[in-house]
C-alpha cells in the first residue's frame, strides 16, 4: 500500500495547456491501471480518464479530444496531458490507481488544484 503522489498543477488561462503528473510507486511492477479524477469546489468527485497496464486510454466526454494520458513506466508515473484548458476545468486533480487488491488498496494524494480563469 502506497500514497499516491499528483503535481503540476497551478493556475492557466482559458485555451492553455498543463501537464499533471501522478507517482505511483510500484505500480508498474504490480499491473495497476491508473484513473484520473476531479472534484469542483461544491460538487461530487468525477472521473476523467484511466490507462490500462496495457497502456490503453479511456476519457470522460467532458474532457475527450483535449486531454491525453500516458505513462512512463520505468518512472511509475502517469500523466495527464491537458489541452485547450476551459474555466469548467477548474478543480482538485487526484489519481488512484485500481486493478489487483494491491492495486485498488493505494491512498489518495492530497491532489493538485488546477485553476482556469483570465
Known amino acids: 500500500q502506497v500514497q499516491l503522489q499528483e503535481s503540476g498543477g497551478g493556475w492557466v488561462q482559458p485555451g492553455g495547456s498543463m501537464r499533471l503528473s501522478c507517482t505511483a510507486p510500484?505500480?508498474?511492477?504490480?499491473?495497476?491501471?491508473v484513473d484520473w479524477y476531479r472534484q469542483a469546489a461544491g460538487e461530487q468527485r468525477k472521473w476523467v480518464s484511466s490507462?490500462?497496464?496495457?497502456?490503453?486510454?479511456t476519457y470522460a466526454d467532458s474532457v475527450k479530444g483535449r486531454f491525453t494520458i500516458s505513462k512512463d513506466k520505468e518512472q511509475d508515473t502517469v500523466y495527464l496531458q491537458m489541452n485547450s484548458l476551459e474555466p469548467e476545468d477548474t478543480a482538485l486533480y487526484s489519481c488512484?490507481?485500481?486493478?489487483?487488491?494491491?492495486?485498488?488498496?493505494?491512498?489518495w494524494g492530497q491532489g493538485t488544484q488546477v485553476t482556469v480563469s483570465s
Open positions: 490507462i490500462t497496464t496495457a497502456g490503453i486510454p
Open positions: 488512484l490507481t485500481y486493478g489487483s487488491a494491491w492495486c485498488a488498496s493505494n491512498l
Open positions: 510500484g505500480f508498474t511492477a504490480a499491473g495497476c491501471g
